[in-house]
Nanobody, 111 residues
């Protein structure tokens, strides 16, 4: 099983980014998938979860209304659409599922 994130970068406050997590070795839609983030000096924080089979989606209060988690079954890829980004969203973002972590992708929100 392998999860590979991409899509991070530097963006100004109020901007948007879309993170991707491409999976191999598993069918993403069959698993409970999650996005986490970890800012410097802070613990890893659960950002969003999705269970395609049940249709269950949940978000941390800090990102609710701004972030959207989704799965593209045809591409076997997990996404995190991030809008209205704030400096406090700066962190390394990780996808997780089937007992496997991705390598992380850096998101920096700064003017």
């Amino acid at each position: 099983v392998q999860l590979v994130e991409s899509g991070g970068g530097l963006v100004q406050p109020g901007g948007s980014l879309r993170l991707s997590c491409a999976a191999s070795g598993i069918t993403l839609s069959r698993y409970y998938m999650r996005w986490y983030r970890q800012a410097p000096g802070k613990e890893r924080e659960l950002v969003a979860t999705i269970a395609e089979v049940s249709g269950s989606i949940n978000y941390a209060d800090s990102v609710k209304g701004r972030f959207t988690i989704s799965v593209d079954e045809t591409k076997n890829t997990l996404y995190l659409q991030m809008n209205s980004l704030k400096p406090e969203d700066t962190a390394v973002y990780y996808c997780y599922g089937a007992g496997t972590w991705g390598q992380g992708t850096q998101v920096t929100v700064s003017s």
